[in-house]
């Protein structure tokens, strides 16, 4: 899944400031006391900080960036997928424990998780009773295959994953609610509803990942008489808990309780807040200060604190912060499809011309932001190893100009080329890592030009083929962590060429290559963990041999917790950011 920046220029002394300050607190150094208001530094890591369970209150979010959309099935973003547990459910969805446990799938609108058959084809599953829309209605098994149908709809419904699709439909014969020609909108084969209380999924072929697909929310179900299309993400209609009480796009959200929603009929959920709402505010060190001095709880982006906001907060209130290793990992996809970028010896002169230690210092350094990457996959994914074919780690993250230059002469382009470089201007350090890399490329002749761009839009920018060609873009900046723990669930919209869409691509580097498809077709066919993993490690070789894609980060973040935020710990499931749906506030510990 993509993240979801500040254009300050951050100066190489302010960021070793910063990571001797965490490396101190990471370190030992100081006491976890030394604000007494807070529930102490990494309090939210691999257990609960502030536990309680009170109801009542507002928990107040800050956030740099909107929803890149509030409609489930075109969602994508890991900070929106987090944040609509509080008004979506699906048959099953993430266990609410801190660390690696909360990668558990646990039944929701199910009574348990999926009968399945001895060909590993057919899941079978029992919705639980009392299950309700915010109207009152009764959700049924009909409203769960509507709502997956929507991800046919590419024409209306752009920007989500596409994995139920893919799996269920793979030679896209079904074209969407809004084309079916059956009376009741319901024609997809693949899923079957013998009653409202029973949903069937037959899959053309065994996929061990099918249940992971269903916990993301493009399985979440959709009443027909409320679907509006396009227009759905400005007012979708609650299966959980809360429901929308006001949603102005760019500037704020506001959710309240569900009545109907009853709590016999969700164990996960705890609900304990009466009120919820969002500020949008792309003044990044301005939230930080909001966050520090009690006006909010929490940045729903989970991207970490500004490099000053970082200072701020490590010296004077370290019990309150948490210095998250993430699942995420930011790369430059090296777009394909743009000349000179078509030619290999010209993407591979980027990797040696790429001061990797200079990316890393710009983010905050080692400790702060995290380990120079080689790999295309997060540690925790089977197909990450040691793999280093240029050398990164053995140069200390530092560049090799000689080697840069070579490639440069073998692809016809030796004084170099020009191209754009797309950075998101409201994720922290995109903007001040891409111009970094501006000046490293510049040394060897490579100017690039920073494009920079609104986060949430990036899915109709860099994530539509057309626009990418016109803009001129020949490398995108951003950051990408699992949609799900497992090769299939990380790298598939990345690298697979039938994962390129018109909009809401995330291959971003138009890779059309039969042989990586084919890793994960065997990769995905075999019940096999380790093998498959074996399958992904040859997968991100060739990913980086052919220099399609270029990692330089294993994320690390600083993020933030009020002293009156409840119930806060950092979620595996959800890329190392806190599991929002857990929260409550407790305003005696303000």
Same mark, same amino acid.
């Given at each position: 899944m993509p993240t979801g920046s500040s254009k300050r220029r951050l100066t190489a002394g302010a960021a070793l400031v910063v990571a001797a300050l965490v490396t101190t607190t990471a370190c030992g150094g100081g006491s976890d006391d030394d604000d007494s208001k807070g529930a102490g530094y990494n309090a939210a890591i691999g257990k609960v900080a502030n536990k309680s369970a009170k109801k009542g209150g507002t928990l107040k979010f800050i956030a740099k960036q909107d929803l890149d959309s509030a409609d489930p099935q075109r969602a994508y973003y890991g900070m929106t997928w987090d944040f609509m547990r509080y008004y979506t459910r699906t048959l099953i969805t993430y266990d609410t424990k801190p660390g690696a446990a909360s990668n558990k799938l646990v039944p929701d609108l199910a009574e348990s998780t999926a009968k399945i058959s001895d060909d590993g084809k057919t899941y079978t599953y029992k919705l639980r009773d @009392?299950?309700?829309?915010?109207?009152? *209605?009764? #959700?049924?098994? /009909?409203?769960?295959?509507? =709502?997956?149908e929507r991800i046919?709809?590419?024409?209306?419904?752009? @920007?989500?994953?596409?994995?139920?699709? *893919?799996? #269920?439909?793979? /030679?896209?014969?079904?074209? =969407?609610?809004?084309?079916?020609?059956?009376?009741?909108?319901?024609?997809?084969?693949?899923?079957?509803?013998?009653?409202d209380n029973t949903i069937i999924f037959k899959l053309p072929k065994k996929n061990g990942d099918f249940e992971q697909m269903l916990a993301m929310p493009s399985g979440t179900p959709v009443k027909q008489s409320e679907d509006t299309g396009a227009k759905y993400t400005q007012r979708p209609f609650s299966s959980g808990p809360y429901k929308f009480q006001n949603y102005s796009a760019g500037k704020s959200i506001t959710l309240v309780r569900n009545k109907n929603w009853k709590k016999s009929s969700d164990p996960v959920r705890p609900a304990l807040p009466d009120k919820i709402t969002v500020t949008i505010s792309a003044n990044l060190e301005e939230n930080d200060k909001r966050l520090m001095e009690g006006d909010y709880d929490i940045d729903m982006n989970g991207t970490g604190m500004t490099q000053s906001g970082r200072t701020t907060a490590i010296q004077d209130h370290k019990a309150n912060v948490d210095n998250m290793q993430t699942d995420f990992v930011r790369y430059v996809a090296l777009v394909t499809k743009t000349k000179p970028f078509d030619n290999e010896a010209c993407r591979k002169a980027v990797f040696y011309a790429t001061d990797f230690a200079g990316l890393q210092k710009t983010r905050g350094g080692e400790v702060a932001a995290g380990e120079i990457a080689t790999n295309v996959f997060p540690k925790s994914i089977k197909g990450n190893d040691d793999y280093d074919p240029y050398g990164i780690l053995e140069r200390k993250g530092k560049p090799d100009v000689t080697k840069a230059k070579a490639e440069l002469k073998k692809c016809g382009k030796p004084s170099g080329f020009s191209t754009k470089i797309s950075a998101r201007n409201n994720q922290t350090g995109e903007v001040d890592a891409a111009t970094a890399l501006q000046e490293q490329l510049g040394k060897v002749g490579i100017k690039a030009e920073v494009d920079a761009i609104d986060g949430?839009?990036?899915?109709?920018?860099?994530?539509?083929?057309?626009?990418?060609?016109?803009?001129?873009?020949?490398?995108?900046?951003?950051?990408?962590?699992?949609?799900?723990?497992?090769?299939?669930?990380?790298?598939?919209?990345?690298?697979?060429?039938?994962?390129?869409?018109?909009?809401?691509?995330?291959?971003?580097?138009?890779?059309?290559?039969?042989?990586?498809?084919?890793?994960?077709?065997?990769?995905?066919?075999?019940?096999?963990?380790?093998?498959?993993?074996?399958?992904?490690t040859d997968l991100a070789h060739e990913i980086v041999d052919k220099a399609y894609w270029m990692p330089f980060l294993y994320e690390k973040n600083i993020s933030w917790r009020s002293s009156r935020a409840t119930n806060v710990y950092s979620s595996a499931a959800y890329s190392g950011r806190y599991d929002y749906v857990s929260l409550g506030v407790d305003d005696a510990k303000k």
């Open positions: @009392g299950l309700t829309w915010e109207d009152g *209605s009764k #959700l049924t098994s /009909k409203d769960i295959k509507y =709502g997956i046919w709809a590419t024409k209306v419904i752009t @920007g989500g994953p596409g994995y139920l699709k *893919s799996t #269920l439909d793979p /030679k896209g014969e079904y074209k =969407g609610p809004y084309e079916d020609k059956s009376k009741d909108k319901l024609g997809l084969k693949a899923i079957e509803t013998p009653d949430a839009d990036s899915s109709s920018i860099t994530g539509s083929p057309a626009v990418v060609k016109k803009r001129g873009i020949g490398m995108t900046m951003a950051g990408w962590g699992p949609d799900f723990p497992t090769g299939q669930g990380y790298a598939q919209p990345l690298f697979d060429s039938r994962f390129i869409n018109e909009n809401g691509n995330y291959n971003e580097s138009q890779i059309d290559e039969p042989k990586i498809d084919k890793y994960f077709d065997d990769a995905i066919g075999t019940v096999d963990a380790n093998k498959a993993g074996e399958i992904y």
